[in-house]
């Protein structure tokens, strides 16, 4: 047996994954455990748990393989305060003495966390870096279904790499075309995310779920002024605009004077027409560039495979455009396409690019990400005893008798919290730790998004709907297990709008019915589509066919369990707590169910500014 542990950290989404001779074993992000969103730490607790899940210790590993390479990046830090100087000084007296006396010294900084977790360990030897962009490009190529691919990766930036281009085949993959730092699609996407108001590294799927309201009068501005696109989708961003390099900001005053309005504050009063318009423009200017790229790397290499990975590989819009465009046959990315990824990756390259292994695809499997359930699990006995701990008043059901009863909460109107099997590796709640609502429901969105999640009423939710039904409902007709595909809700099934509602604008299109299915259909008629699969996730395709049966619609509304700011939920008392702290009505935990009104309600908790806002 031969076992790697590949890992993530100190920028944001720190997370660990097990590689058994090959096969993708447990992976988990440390914000889970910590309950702190995006959490950069050293994962000690995601390395416990991946250990555990495995059966083994410390020592039984033969490698730990960390997703980047310090050194370099402390080159492209110094080489860009030199070039840059003497703008950046406070930026630069922040975050050197840092590198100096932590991030620098990296393996010395990991063994001593890695003797935390086992005294005395000596693994010096067992240390190896990959770097950024090919961790990313490994974990999208590996575990994929393709024996050979075009593997774009696109984010903010690693070491120097912010676009990559690598071919995949066999167990070799290879880095062959590279654009620099400080040209960025994923800054780019960062900076109009700070403009708008919202966390860079955390509020650009905001900025995505917000471009449908808008219309993309700014696309031209962007494309004549700050970004220089070429043929092949290669660019140039004009720095003259931007603070992100030495600054502590994203952008600048000529940035704002540019679009004619300063940076909204976080927070306020959502939202102008003119934020909607900046929105769908830099949505606009994304898609430009990522199918100007897909095509011209189609054309040139002439392989039907497309791999994706990196943070810009989660604007799902983005990529059902790919799809649809059809210059690649096939495409696959990677579900925790960011940072936390780069720990699947990390192992991933360890164990074919630096051992040698060959890859063995199972091609039983639709890849080897196992629906990205890598997380922990909880037997039902070890359930009842942490929920009888807290005080929990619950009822164990037999299977049967639970499917029924939760599709009846659903049929109902209920918002249900869904607790079931595996935890899922990456940004996605995938029927695993869940909140699901029925989507006929014209007002499910509104409750969800206020009165659950306590976040920005235009965000939209997804559905998770029967791989076999799918084509009944959307013009897509493709797996999309990992709710990273965006298609339209099928013409036959939208309602077609008055002309007073048409004339509407902005957030006050929010509340129109546009089809059968209201509460996961956007403003453009548009869903970011699960597809739920029988072989992968039974217990969820089973519930959802219980529901079909009961309404004749194959699908659920699907978001991820946890209100905002807060990571999703681990365990089964994070669970709980979610119940008592929101409007959730009805839980699944196991076998075990829980109804609000039951609980005793001196275990309530104001979730509401439990956490820090994402």
């Known amino acids: 047996m031969s076992a790697v542990i590949g890992l993530s950290a100190y920028y944001h989404d720190s997370a660990a994954a097990l590689l058994v001779d090959g096969e993708l074993v447990a992976a988990a992000q440390e914000e889970r455990f910590t309950r702190k969103k995006h959490d950069a730490r050293f994962p000690r607790n995601a390395i416990d748990y991946v250990l555990e899940a495995g059966n083994l210790s410390l020592g039984d590993i033969d490698h730990f393989a960390f997703y980047d390479k310090p050194f370099l990046k402390f080159e492209r830090l110094l080489e860009t305060y030199v070039a840059n100087a003497p703008r950046g000084f406070q930026s630069f007296r922040t975050a050197i003495p840092i590198w100096v006396r932590e991030k620098l010294f990296q393996k010395d900084l990991m063994l001593k966390e890695l003797r935390k977790i086992e005294k005395g360990f000596k693994g010096r030897d067992k240390l ?4 950024h962009h090919f961790s990313h490009a490994a974990s999208a190529y590996f575990p994929s279904p393709f024996d050979e691919a075009v593997v774009l990766t696109l984010d903010g930036v690693g070491e120097w790499a912010t676009t990559t281009v690598a071919i995949g085949k066999g167990r070799d993959l290879k880095i062959v075309k590279e654009l620099h730092f400080p040209h960025s699609l994923g800054l780019l996407y960062s900076a109009f995310t700070y403009y708008a108001g919202f966390k860079v590294n955390s509020g650009e799927y905001k900025v995505m779920g917000l471009a449908p309201y808008g219309e993309p009068r700014f696309k031209d501005l962007i494309l004549e002024n700050i970004v220089d696109l070429k043929a092949d989708g290669t660019y140039r961003l004009d720095q003259s605009y931007f603070n992100y390099a030495t600054g502590l900001t994203m952008t600048n005053d000529k940035f704002a004077n540019l679009f004619g309005m300063p940076v909204r504050k976080p927070e306020s009063d959502l939202m102008e ?20 790229m897909t095509r011209a790397l189609a054309d040139e290499y002439g392989i039907p495979n497309l791999c994706m990975a990196g943070g810009v590989a989660l604007n799902c819009v983005a990529n059902g455009k790919i799809l649809r465009d059809g210059r690649f046959k096939d495409i696959w990315i990677q579900p925790a396409a960011g940072d936390a990824g780069g720990a699947v990756g990390a192992a991933y390259a360890a164990w074919h690019t630096e051992l040698g292994h060959d890859r063995k695809r199972d091609t039983s499997q639709r890849d080897a990400m196992k629906g990205a359930y890598l997380g922990p699990e909880f037997g039902q006995d070890d359930i009842e005893r942490r929920l009888t701990k807290m005080g929990a008043v619950f009822e164990r059901l037999p299977e049967d008798a639970l499917i029924e009863e939760t599709a009846t909460a659903l049929v109902d109107g209920k918002a249900v919290g869904w607790f079931s099997g595996r935890m899922e590796f990456g940004p996605r709640a995938l029927g695993a730790r869940s909140i699901l609502g029925d989507p006929r429901s014209e007002t499910m969105q509104k409750i969800l998004n206020l009165k659950v999640k306590f976040r920005e009423s235009f965000r939209p939710f997804a559905p998770s709907v029967l791989r076999e039904d799918m084509a009944d409902w959307f013009d897509l007709d493709y797996d999309s297990p990992y709710m990273l595909l965006v298609d339209l809700v099928r013409a036959d099934r939208r309602r077609q709008m008055t002309e007073e509602e048409s004339a509407l604008f902005g957030i006050d299109k929010l509340n129109v019915k546009r089809s059968d299915v209201p509460s996961i259909t956007h403003i453009d008629y548009s869903a970011r589509i699960q597809t739920v699969h029988a072989d992968t ?24 369990f946890n209100v905002r700011g807060e990571p999703i939920v681990c365990t089964p008392e994070d669970a709980f707590r979610c119940l008592m702290g929101t409007d959730i009505e009805f839980l699944v935990i196991g076998n075990a169910v829980l109804r609000k009104e039951l609980q005793d309600a001196r275990l309530a908790e104001d979730y509401r500014n439990k956490y820090e806002l994402d």
Request: proline fraction near 2%; glycine fraction near 2%; charge should be neutral.
């Open 273 to 292: 027409q003119f934020h909607m318009d900046i929105a769908a423009s830099v949505q606009a200017v994304t898609e430009e560039v990522v199918l100007r």
């Open 128 to 131: 190896l870096f990959a770097e």
């Open 537 to 560: 996730n039974a217990r969820y395709h089973r519930l959802i066919s219980v529901f079909k049966e009961k309404t004749g619609c194959p699908m659920v509304v699907n978001t991820s």
